[in-house]
T-cell receptor
Framework: KNEVEQSPQNLTAQEGEFITINCSYS?????LHWLQQHPGGGIVSLFM???GKKKHGRLIATINIQEKHSSLHITASHPRDSAVYIC??????????FGQGTRLTINP | NAGVTQTPKFQVLKTGQSMTLQCAQD?????MSWYRQDPGMGLRLIHY???????DQGEVPNGYNVSRSTTEDFPLRLLSAAPSQTSVYFC?????????????FGPGTRLTVL
């Protein structure tokens, strides 16, 4: 069993819909990261959080340490949000373990 | 700032050949790391470094060597390429302790070993 599990693996939605991507992990973590991988392959960091909730524009990330679960929400989704979203957890200070990613497609 | 740069973008090797993937960053980051990304699998850590002269193994280090002679550069060497090393390789950097800080990724190198 993977230490980091994401769901769903694939998600297709219509423009404007509210999107939720989930991440569950089975190990103690130092921090949790949400990343976005563009269709061209580039990877950018969206959030790094160790507790509570963070918001950046239409993106919201939450984490529940007790339940070992994090969610990434996208409000008012747009076709440009189409990408692979990746959850990664820190094991200690030096090592990140990644989920398999969620492929999101937003249709106009 | 150029951020994290990687060269080459694409490479085709024959089994048994050696090569070096280059990675450089201009943000004065102490932490640098190499990952491979394979279809259906998450990114996996190959090697990492917490500063010049200090490197350590990650999850999948076999067949790869690294060194860190300067803060800016962190090359990844394939000693004798195998088809199993066909993958997309990403270099990343962050300030100080890797997991507590925002990660900056290079554009990736797509490697095919025939």
């Amino acid at each position: 069993k993977n230490e980091v599990e994401q769901s769903p693996q694939n998600l297709t939605a219509q423009e404007g819909e509210f999107i939720t991507i989930n991440c569950s992990y089975s190990v103690g973590i130092s921090a949790l990261h949400w990343l976005q991988q563009h269709p061209g392959g580039g990877i950018v960091s969206l959030f790094m959080l160790s507790s509570g909730k963070k918001k950046h524009g239409r993106l919201i990330a939450t984490i529940n340490i007790q339940e070992k679960h994090s969610s990434l929400h996208i409000t008012a989704s747009h076709p440009r949000d189409s990408a692979v979203y990746i959850c990664a957890v820190g094991k200690g200070a030096q090592k990140l373990v990644f989920g398999q990613g969620t492929r999101l497609t937003i249709n106009p | 700032n150029a951020g994290v740069t990687q060269t080459p973008k694409f490479q085709v090797l024959k089994t048994g050949q050696s090569m070096t993937l280059q990675c450089a960053q201009d943000m004065n980051h102490e932490y640098m790391s190499w990952y491979r990304q394979d279809p259906g699998m998450g990114l996996r850590l190959i090697h990492y470094s917490v500063g010049a002269g200090i490197t350590d193994q990650g999850e999948v280090p076999n067949g790869y060597n690294v060194s860190r002679s300067t803060t800016e550069d962190f090359p990844l060497r394939l000693l004798s390429a195998a088809p199993s090393q066909t993958s997309v390789y990403f270099c990343a950097s962050s300030l100080l302790a890797g997991t507590y800080n925002e990660q900056f990724f290079g554009p990736g190198t797509r490697l095919t070993v025939l």
